[in-house]
């Protein structure tokens, strides 16, 4: 455990100035809601468990840093700009610390199993006699209640309950998770998007909400049209691969010595689809997008017939020419090399405590003033434990 004596309190800029966050959270859930909070100048403050912290300090390969010092890669992509202090909640000092926590903060982000908080002594009701207007984030696996309320939640798992595996991959029978965590990332945004209305809420009310989500509640919310196809019209969306359940041609579709992806979204994009390509204009099979839809593998064919004379960069070229949206498929070094990727401030640096100089993925919100300019590596665990207990000092002495 390594505990700073030489952090100062952070000078904090951004919407969220002034706002202090307690984060319990662990994994990736919460902690992205927590620092999405941070990314928008809130100060958060991370509670981990005494030599371990948060379990996704252990989530690896890859690790990377000196040998007394290993740092994993997953827990750097959710915890920037926060602070970490160490505390046993089962203790007595720990209690006390979270007391303080609570009574000097706005918000407390927890993603424990339901029941868990109420048998730490820090039930809601507890925590709203010690800060009337400390808004409280719960995020679970599968919801605070229902039938199956107390039940453990992994973000694949909620990829396979919530229907987002059955819509994934390149056939029916070949259900297919998301390469990232989409559940818990999107449980993340949710969480913060409820906090901040609870925030701008209680400037009216003068009091603190509970905001629950979850993360099937997270997958579900964003079936979009998928979800209505099966509540309003009966049908069960299957996977489809690369391609759009009820938009063609909007897919992926192979080229000379590649691929490229084209999103003809409508019909005037369609008559400058075919003349750039070359297919038929009058071939009735493709007339309007439902014929085209229902008619998706005859139309791939027919494409790809035509994209395959020439690469990828002769057909984007026109596309774009065209106003076509049409685009590659990048690799990861390639888009964080990308100079689009790093104008829209997608790539941060940071001076991490033993790593040094890193650069991390940035946020995706960005403000023309007032945001926050400078960033925070994230913490080791035990970091703040002298900053934030004397902040709390101070904090007591002054009411």
């Given at each position: 455990?390594?505990?700073?004596t030489?952090?100062?309190?952070p000078?904090?800029?951004?919407?969220?100035?002034g706002?202090v966050?307690?984060?319990?959270s662990?994994a990736?859930?919460?902690p992205?809601?927590?620092?999405?909070?941070?990314d928008?100048?809130?100060?958060?403050?991370?509670?981990?468990?005494?030599?371990?912290?948060?379990?996704?300090?252990?989530w690896?390969?890859?690790?990377?840093?000196p040998e007394?010092a290993r740092?994993?890669t997953y827990?750097?992509?959710c915890?920037?700009?926060?602070?970490?202090?160490?505390?046993?909640?089962?203790?007595p000092?720990?209690?006390d610390l979270l007391?303080?926590?609570?009574?000097?903060?706005d918000?407390l982000?927890?993603?424990?199993?339901?029941?868990v908080?109420?048998r730490?002594?820090f039930s809601?009701?507890?925590?709203?006699?010690?800060n009337?207007r400390?808004?409280?984030l719960?995020?679970?696996?599968?919801g605070h209640?229902?039938?199956q309320g107390?039940r453990?939640?992994?973000?694949?798992i909620a990829q396979?309950?919530a229907?987002?595996m059955?819509?994934?991959?390149?056939?029916?029978?070949?259900p297919?998770?998301?390469?990232?965590p989409?559940?818990?990332?999107?449980?993340?945004?949710?969480?913060?998007?409820?906090?901040l209305?609870?925030?701008?809420?209680?400037?009216?009310?003068g009091r603190g909400?509970?905001?629950?989500t979850?993360?099937?509640?997270?997958?579900?919310?964003?079936?979009?049209?998928?979800?209505?196809r099966?509540?309003?019209a009966?049908e069960?969306?299957?996977?489809t691969?690369?391609?759009?359940?009820?938009?063609?041609?909007y897919g992926l579709f192979?080229c000379?010595?590649?691929?490229?992806?084209?999103a003809?979204?409508?019909e005037?994009?369609?008559v400058?689809?075919v003349?750039?390509?070359g297919l038929?204009?009058t071939?009735?099979?493709?007339?309007?997008n439902?014929?085209r839809?229902?008619q998706?593998?005859?139309l791939?064919?027919e494409?790809e017939k035509a994209l395959l004379?020439?690469p990828?960069?002769?057909?984007l070229?026109?596309?774009h020419?065209?106003g076509?949206?049409?685009?590659?498929?990048?690799?990861l070094d390639?888009v964080?090399?990308?100079p689009q990727?790093r104008?829209?401030?997608?790539?941060i640096?940071?001076?991490h405590?033993?790593?040094?100089?890193?650069e991390?993925p940035g946020p995706?919100?960005?403000?023309d003033?007032?945001g926050r300019h400078q960033?925070c590596?994230?913490?080791?665990?035990?970091?703040h434990?002298a900053?934030?207990?004397t902040?709390?000092?101070g904090?007591?002495?002054?009411?």
């Amino acid at each position: 455990m390594a505990a700073s004596t030489t952090h100062k309190e952070p000078d904090l800029q951004g919407p969220l100035q002034g706002i202090v966050v307690v984060d319990l959270s662990r994994a990736l859930a919460g902690p992205h809601a927590t620092m999405m909070l941070g990314d928008m100048g809130a100060r958060v403050i991370k509670v981990e468990a005494p030599g371990k912290g948060d379990e996704s300090r252990s989530w690896g390969p890859p690790f990377v840093g000196p040998e007394d010092a290993r740092e994993s890669t997953y827990f750097l992509s959710c915890n920037r700009n926060k602070e970490s202090v160490t505390a046993d909640l089962k203790s007595p000092e720990g209690v006390d610390l979270l007391t303080q926590l609570v009574r000097h903060g706005d918000v407390l982000v927890e993603n424990f199993r339901p029941g868990v908080m109420d048998r730490l002594g820090f039930s809601t009701e507890q925590l709203h006699r010690i800060n009337p207007r400390l808004v409280i984030l719960s995020i679970s696996g599968f919801g605070h209640d229902g039938p199956q309320g107390g039940r453990p939640g992994y973000d694949q798992i909620a990829q396979g309950e919530a229907g987002l595996m059955s819509l994934t991959g390149p056939d029916p029978g070949t259900p297919t998770k998301a390469g990232v965590p989409i559940a818990d990332v999107l449980a993340g945004m949710n969480g913060a998007y409820g906090v901040l209305s609870a925030l701008y809420e209680r400037e009216r009310t003068g009091r603190g909400k509970v905001v629950r989500t979850s993360l099937l509640a997270s997958i579900v919310g964003v079936h979009a049209f998928q979800g209505t196809r099966y509540t309003v019209a009966g049908e069960v969306g299957r996977a489809t691969g690369n391609h759009h359940a009820s938009i063609a041609p909007y897919g992926l579709f192979r080229c000379e010595g590649g691929e490229i992806q084209v999103a003809v979204a409508n019909e005037a994009l369609w008559v400058k689809f075919v003349e750039i390509v070359g297919l038929d204009a009058t071939d009735a099979r493709f007339a309007t997008n439902a014929q085209r839809t229902a008619q998706r593998c005859d139309l791939v064919e027919e494409i790809e017939k035509a994209l395959l004379q020439h690469p990828p960069a002769h057909w984007l070229a026109h596309m774009h020419a065209a106003g076509i949206p049409a685009g590659e498929v990048r690799t990861l070094d390639q888009v964080y090399t990308c100079p689009q990727t790093r104008s829209q401030g997608l790539v941060i640096k940071v001076d991490h405590s033993s790593l040094g100089a890193i650069e991390l993925p940035g946020p995706a919100v960005r403000f023309d003033d007032g945001g926050r300019h400078q960033h925070c590596a994230p913490p080791r665990l035990g970091e703040h434990n002298a900053t934030v207990r004397t902040w709390l000092e101070g904090a007591g002495v002054n009411g």
